[in-house]
C-alpha cells in the first residue's frame, strides 16, 4: 500500500513538472512572436515616414501659384492630411488587434491548465496530509517523501538555473532547507537515525551546498550553505554537550568559509561565519572552562585573522568591513583567552591583551614597511593602544588607571585650548578610548567584588564621579572642536557630536550603575527599571537645561529629547502601579516618589512649546500633545486604581473595567475638546488633529470594544455623557470653523505671498 501511493505521488509530481514546461513552452511561442510582429511594426512605420516626405513636396506644387509660394506654403498643412490617408497603419493596428485577441486567446484557454496544475499541487498536499492522518504513510516512508521532495525543488531550480539566476539560487536553499528538516525530524521525533548518521548526513547536504554555490557562483546559495552548516548542531542536540567534537566541526567548517572568502570574496559569508562561532564559543566558556580552549580558540582566532586579510593579500585592498571584522575578532578572541587564562591560573592579569597587542604592533610595522595602506596599518596601531590599555588596567587597579586617564584627558584639551597646539588634541583624542576601556573595567567590580559595597563612598563610585567632572570638563572644552577634526590623516566626521554624546554617556553610566547596584535587593526588576528611566529623565532635563553653556548642538539636542519621550512612554507601563499595589505594601510615598518624573517631563514639554519653530511646526504640537494626553491617561488610571482598590483586591480587575469603558473616554473627550478649542483661538493646527483623532478613537472604542461589556446603567450613562460632549465639540465647531479655515489657508497664502 506504502509503495503504491509512492509510486502516485512520483507519477503526479512528473506530470505536474511536465505541464509547467510545456506552459512554459507556449509562452515562449507567443513571445517570440509579439517580438516579431513589433519589428513589423516598426518596418511600417519607417516606410511611412518616408513615403511622406517624398509625397509632400508634390501637393505643396499642385496647390500653390509660383507668385505667392511663401505665403500658399504657410497655409497648407500636408502632413495631417497624408497620415489621414495612410491605410498600412491600420492594417498593421490590425494585426497587433489580432495578435492581441490571440494572446487573451490563449491564456483563456490555458487558464483550466494553470487552475489544474494549483489544485493538483494542494490536492498532493492534502492527500498527504490526510495520508498521515490515517497513519497510511509511516514514519520512514514520510522521511523519504521529504527527501524526494527537496532533491525535486533542487532539480528544478537547476534547470532553470540559466534564465532565472537569482530565483533558482532560492528555490535551491528552499530544498536544501527541507532536506535539513526532514533529516531533523527523521532524529529528534522518529528516532530512525542515530545522532552521528544525521549529523553525517547534514554534513554531506552541507557540503553539497557549498560545492553548488561554488559552482553555480550564487552568493544568495553560499548564505543558505553557511546557515544550514552552523544550524546543523543545534539539529542534532541532545543537551549532552560534546564542546570538542563540536569545536573540531566549527575548525572545518570556518575553514570552508575561508577557501570561499578567498575564492569568491564573499564578505557577508565571513560575518555570518564569526556570528555564529562566536555565539558557539560565548556558550562554551559559560558552561566550562577546560585547557583545551585555548587551541581552539586560538585557531579559531587565526582563521579569522587570514580572512579579514585575504583581500588585503590578494589585491592590495583593506575595506572597512575587513577592518571591523580583524577589530570584533581580536577583542573577542583577547576575552576568551584571557577567561581561560583567570580559570586556570587563578587570577587575571594583562599578559594575553599584551601578546596580542605586540601581534598587532608587528603587523603595523610590516605594513609600514612594505605597502602603507592607512587604513590596516592605523587599524593595527589602534588595536595595539587598546590591548596595551586594557593589559594596564588589568594588571593594576582599574579604578587608579582610570583616575589617571579622565584627570590626563581633561588635562590635554585644556593645554590645547590654552596653546592652540593640535598634538595636545591628537593625545586626547588617541586617549579618550582608553579611558572608556578603563572605566569598562572599573565597572566589573560592582560583579565581581567578594563583599557589599558601601553607599557611595567605594572605590568604584568615587572614580565615577571623578571621570563624570573630568567628562563635564571635556564637554565645556569641547565647545571650540571643529565639525571634522584630524587624526593621523584622517577625518573624524562629526567628532564634536561623537566626543561629547560619549562623555554624557560615561556621565550617565557612571550613576546609573550605582544606582542599580544599591537598590537591586529591595524592588523587583520592574521597579527597578522605573528608578532607572526617572534618573534618565532627570539628567536629560538638566543637561538640556544646561544646554546654552555647554554649547549642545542640535542634533544632540534632538537625540536626548527622543530619549526623553521614549523613557515617559515607557515609565508608566514597566512601573503598572496599580498591579505593585494590589501584590505588595505599595505606600503613599512611593506612589509620590514615581510621580516626580512629572517635573522633567513636564520641562520638556516646555521646551518643546517655547520653541521658536513650535507654532508653525505641525509635527511637533502633535507629538507634544499626544503625550500629554498619555501621561495624563495613565496617571488618572493611577490615581483612580490606588483611591478604589480595597485591601483584598478583589475588585481589582472590576475597578479597571469601570475605568477602560467609562472614566477613560471622558478623560479623552475633555482633552479632546480643550485641545480643540485652544487651537483654533491659538491657530495651532496640531491641536484640532489630536483633539478629533481622541474623538475618533472614543468612538472606535465604544462601538467595537465597550458595548459588548458594558451593563445598562454603565453603558446608559456613557452614551448620555458622549453624546453631549460630542454635541457640544460639534457645535463650538460650527461656531468656529470659519476661525479654522482660515487657519488652515493661512500657510498657503503665506507661501505664495512669499513666492
Known sequence: ????????????????????????????????????LQQQLDEKEITIKSTTIVEQPKKVEEAVAPQSEIVSFNKTEPPKRIFDEVPPRQKTENNIDKHLNNGITFIRDNFLT??????????????????IDQNWINETFRVLIGLVVGLSIIGIAHNIRKNYAIFSSILIGGGLTVMYFTLTIAFREYQLLSQHV?????????????????????????????????????????GESNYIFLFAYLV????????????????????????????????????????????????????FTITSLLNYFKKGEFSVWNSLLLILNTILSTILISSVYYFMFGHQNGLIA???????????????????????????????????????????????????????????????????????????????????????VNWFDYIDSNSRLPLLFNHVFITSIIALICSIANIYLMKDFETEEQFLGFKLNHSKFIFISTSLLLMYTG???????????????????????IYTLFLIALILALRKRLNLGSTLQLVLQISAGLCVLLLPLFANIPLLSSKTNYGINSYFIYLTYLLPTAYLVYLIVKNHDFKTSTAKQ??????????????????????????????????????????????????????????LRKQLKGFPIVGIALFGLIILKLYLVDVWEMSNVYRIISFIVLGILILFTSFMYQKLKNLMKNLMEKPNDNTEAEQ
Open 1 to 36: 500500500m506504502e509503495f503504491f501511493i509512492a509510486i502516485i505521488i512520483i507519477v503526479l509530481i512528473v506530470i505536474l513538472f511536465n505541464k509547467v514546461s510545456q506552459l512554459k513552452k507556449q509562452l515562449d511561442e507567443q513571445e517570440t512572436k509579439l517580438r516579431h
Open 114 to 131: 494553470i487552475f489544474g496544475i494549483v489544485t493538483l499541487v494542494l490536492g498532493i498536499a492534502y492527500f498527504v496530509k490526510y495520508a
Open 198 to 238: 544525521t549529523f553525517t548526513l547534514l554534513t554531506l547536504v552541507t557540503i553539497f551546498s557549498i560545492v553548488m554555490a561554488m559552482l553555480y557562483n550564487r552568493q544568495v546559495l553560499a548564505i543558505f550553505s553557511i546557515l544550514g552548516g552552523f544550524t546543523a548542531p543545534l539539529m542534532i542536540s541532545t
Open 252 to 303: 572545518i567548517l570556518n575553514l570552508s568559509m575561508l577557501f570561499m572568502a578567498w575564492r569568491k570574496n564573499w564578505q557577508v559569508i565571513s560575518f555570518i561565519a564569526f556570528c555564529f562561532t562566536s555565539i558557539y564559543s560565548i556558550s562554551w566558556i559559560d558552561q566550562s572552562k577546560t585547557s583545551s580552549q585555548f587551541l581552539f580558540f586560538t585557531l579559531l582566532y587565526a582563521i
Open 354 to 440: 599584551f601578546i596580542f597587542s605586540l601581534i598587532n604592533i608587528l603587523g603595523a610595522f610590516y605594513i609600514y614597511k612594505t605597502s602603507k595602506n592607512n587604513l590596516l596599518q592605523n587599524t593595527l596601531i589602534g588595536l595595539s593602544i587598546a590591548l596595551i590599555t586594557a593589559a594596564i588596567a588589568l594588571q593594576f587597579k582599574a579604578n587608579v588607571v582610570s583616575v589617571c586617564f579622565a584627570i590626563e584627558s581633561t588635562l590635554l584639551l585644556f593645554l590645547w585650548k590654552k596653546s592652540r597646539e593640535n598634538i595636545f588634541k591628537i593625545f586626547f583624542i588617541a586617549m579618550f578610548p582608553f579611558l572608556l576601556i578603563a572605566l569598562c
Open 511 to 533: 550613576i546609573l550603575f550605582e544606582l542599580i547596584y544599591q537598590i537591586e535587593p529591595y524592588f523587583n526588576f520592574m521597579m527597578i527599571i522605573s528608578y532607572i528611566l
Open 622 to 679: 502633535i507629538i507634544s500633545m499626544l503625550l500629554v494626553v498619555y501621561v495624563i491617561s495613565f496617571e488618572k488610571y493611577n490615581s483612580f486604581m490606588l483611591l478604589t482598590l480595597n485591601e483584598g483586591t478583589t475588585n481589582f480587575s472590576h475597578q479597571a473595567d469601570i475605568f477602560r469603558m467609562i472614566l477613560l473616554p471622558i478623560i479623552w473627550a475633555v482633552l479632546g475638546f480643550v485641545l480643540i478649542y485652544f487651537g
